[in-house]
């Protein structure tokens, strides 16, 4: 790796950098800029997302700087002004922010980070929060998915070797830990984020001796109480299974040591499983767990459990760490206002000839609507920033698609989303410990009905617009449309 | 980011140590093992795959040492020997490296690297060899399906934003490169890889100025030479571009300058590309050029072209640098052969039920054998490591799983594909630059025929084995199906 990684100020499209010597040239570096992160569309059409990555998002910023040698590299590139590198030289974050904590539920269209800074600033800040909060949250939706699937059962994160890349590996370790994960295999994920890393052993463990039996009993001998034996190297029901068998009765049930596991890795699940599971309560080990791993996924542990399949634990890789099925979360970064010198704040927003690409202008805020009764969501409200809800009246929401449906609330509570992480550029956000943000999220889930949570086909959660947002949004629609005549 | 970052030895699926602790335990430690690395199946269904990523396994290997912090760490897990700790503190990698050069065509089944190294070292360095090799091989390979699409047109990579992390951005776009695409967006790729890195503008410096006028007039004031004004904030064939084209004769033409463009951000580029196109011409910019992107990826690329869109260069974000269509790119890293006090090598194997997942045993070498007369790869042939091939002799080779396919070679050449990389320990093999590997990588493909490079349903590439190979593989599964009776 590159000592360059600790600061990754460069990891930034080169676009926003010709854009800030514009904003420079053109005296528009100041202007203080609106700009939310959302996106359009859940991963595997699920009913619901989970932010993640803000943690990063803030370190990131926090040391936000640029150095010599990039300062160097822009003047090579014989583009940009003395007077823009001078500033680059000098950079450090002003702004506010604004986002929901991880391990939050997130939808389609509303805010899940707003950030209010000067132009450049808030341009060059685009790439990184993006990449973050997308791969984060993607892997934190994905692994809650699977966990979900296993009902109950410990999911154990195994996908490092298969990531894309080493930031893909750590980092979406620990999203997956925040979406539901047991646990990781990855070491560094458990050493720099605390999420608990196992393993047992490999093929290559079992092939280094001169037979099987040997291998499970080196291992025994060595970790009585994490004894976690793989059996599929030669023949799983054959050969496998009966010296694990073997080995557990000779060393670990003298010792009394009950907590010991198989681990299986190829072939049919459902079928090896339940075979073994026979095997071992006939042997007297009902105790004995079993592991099971190979390309799994929540569609597969679905199945496999629907077929009786006897796993205790499952082990998933490639299919959760790269989010296999959709392995892009769209997160966007859109202007959506800008103030002038007297604090003025005028909406801007983007049109497009597909109706769902158009923003929703405006610094806002983000309700969630919960019925007082069921404590379940109903639905999240997008107001302008200066707009609160009052709970303690009827309050009427529509669609913003299909206005004519209503629905009027009596009995209900409202939860601001957003909270302050910056405010003049100091962090004013302490970022709950990874368990809180895991148990956080599993609360978080269980708000939402069982029919957003479907996997197939879910129920569509509403994102509505206050009646100002809505009026303003229209109104920004003709205006613009006319000016582009 | 964290300064962990820069030392990336604790990115190891902890089973690694409970094994290399295992393996001390039992004396195994000094025991030099052989390990293969190597893949099942070619991502897309494709006829080849491209190897990318060893440059950043050997500065990895190079730098590859446990902190003080790292010690504590396992010490904290309480399973670890003390002896075992001592030696993770002093350890350096001691063995020997062979691998493939980056950009070379590479198929499944065969070693594109090998690890001879005592057993806990080539264990320690699995995980990261393994997903930095399975990630920028993922992304050349993709990278370089795109790119032939475009029939000659650059590709730039555009997809930081929806990356899997820092390093899927970074190094996806280094791999990008090698596959072929012309240039990225992404900063830090460029200053730490020498990827010329490239951007204009986003919707965000349109929508700062009071019009779309104004804001390509400032543009083009600044970047008179570096013009490629974004067209579809508010309405593409209506407002932006004949905005563009004002502006362009206003501003550009008098001075004589000529190599602007035009940017398509939505929509469909077919139609809007071809109407643009019109427009631009009737203006007397036949000059112009059209960057088009969307969601863009080989196939849509193929029928964009076969319908006549009129683009120059395509910009290509998420389905590049996660390789959407095929997010994994499966390599394993399999024990090969075990080598005795007396340098004596053993042979060792995998079995599996499913044919395809038993291993070629071995310490081998991969030949690629060419066709003297059009220089065409024919097949490659893995080969015990002390096999040569006599090009000056009749060669018979043979399909491994239906032996009967026979073809007997004469006008032939063999190019051993491994070179040395490390030799007890020292890094012997110098990287070329990235232009070189690129370059190299262009000619590779152009060895292959072009049934090998068709998208759907590509012929097969023959890897086949040596007789004496094929016999110790057919006894070793015999003997170890016995064995596990």
Same mark, same amino acid.
């Given at each position: ?35 939310? %992160? ?7 059409? $699920? =009913?619901? !997302?989970?932010? *993640? ?6 370190? &990131? ?108 590996? %750590? ?7 925040? $979406? =539901?994960? !047991?646990?990781? *295999? ?6 720099? &984020? ?292």
């Amino acid at each position: 790796m590159n000592s360059k990684n600790e600061n990754l100020a460069m990891l930034c499209d080169f676009y926003e950098f010709t854009m800030g010597n514009g904003y420079l040239k053109n005296n528009l570096h100041k202007k203080n800029v609106y700009f939310d %992160v959302f996106f359009r569309n859940i991963p595997d059409d $699920g =009913g619901f !997302a989970i932010a *993640a990555g803000l943690q990063q998002v803030i370190e &990131y910023i926090k040391d936000l700087h640029f150095d010599k040698e990039d300062i160097e590299y822009f003047r090579s590139k014989n583009m940009f002004s003395e007077d823009f590198l001078e500033y680059l030289a000098d950079f450090k974050f002003t702004g506010d922010i604004y986002a929901v904590p991880e391990g939050t539920c997130i939808f389609p269209r509303e805010p899940i980070m707003t950030i209010k800074a000067p132009a450049i600033e808030a341009q060059i800040l685009e790439t990184f929060i993006l990449l973050t909060l997308n791969h984060q949250s993607l892997i934190a939706t994905k692994a809650n998915r699977i966990v979900r699937a296993a009902q109950g059962r410990p999911v154990l994160e195994f996908g490092s070797r298969r990531a894309q890349g080493a930031d893909g590996a %750590v980092k979406g370790a620990r999203a997956a830990y925040i $979406g =539901g994960c !047991a646990g990781t *295999a990855c070491t560094l994920t458990d050493e720099l &984020y605390q999420v608990p890393a196992s393993g047992t052993m490999a093929h290559a463990w079992v092939q280094m001796f001169d037979s099987e039996y040997e291998a499970f009993k080196a291992y025994c001998e060595i970790y009585p109480h994490n004894a976690v034996l793989l059996v599929d190297t030669y023949n799983t029901l054959k050969s496998g299974v009966p010296n694990a068998i073997r080995v557990f009765k000779e060393m670990l049930v003298p010792q009394g040591i009950t907590n010991f596991a198989i681990r299986l890795d190829s072939g049919d699940i459902s079928y090896l499983s339940k075979q073994a599971r026979k095997m071992l309560d006939e042997a007297g080990l009902t105790n004995c767990k079993i592991v099971a791993s190979n390309a799994l996924d929540e569609h597969l542990i679905r199945d496999l459990l629907m077929q009786g399949a006897k796993v205790d634990v499952f082990g998933v890789g490639e299919r959760m760490i790269t989010s296999k099925s959709a392995p892009v979360f769209g997160g966007v970064y859109k202007l959506v206002a800008i103030e002038n010198e007297n604090g003025e704040i005028t909406p801007k927003i983007k049109l497009s000839e597909n109706i769902s690409k158009i923003t929703n202008p405006h610094f806002k805020k983000v309700y969630r609507l919960y019925d007082k009764e069921t404590g379940k969501a109903i639905a999240d409200e997008l107001c302008l920033y200066n707009e609160t809800i009052d709970t303690t009246k009827e309050h009427t929401i529509f669609d913003p698609n299909a206005t004519w449906k209503q629905k009027t609330l009596t009995n209900f509570t409202a939860r601001e989303l957003q909270v302050p992480i910056f405010k003049n550029g100091e962090c004013v956000y302490e970022s709950p410990s990874i368990e809180e943000i895991k148990a956080y999220c599993q609360k978080e889930v269980e708000t939402l009905w069982d029919e957003v949570k479907r996997f197939e086909n879910p129920h569509r959660y509403y994102v509505d617009l206050s009646q100002k947002l809505w009026d303003i949004k229209k109104e920004l629609c003709v205006k613009n449309a006319m000016k582009s005549k």
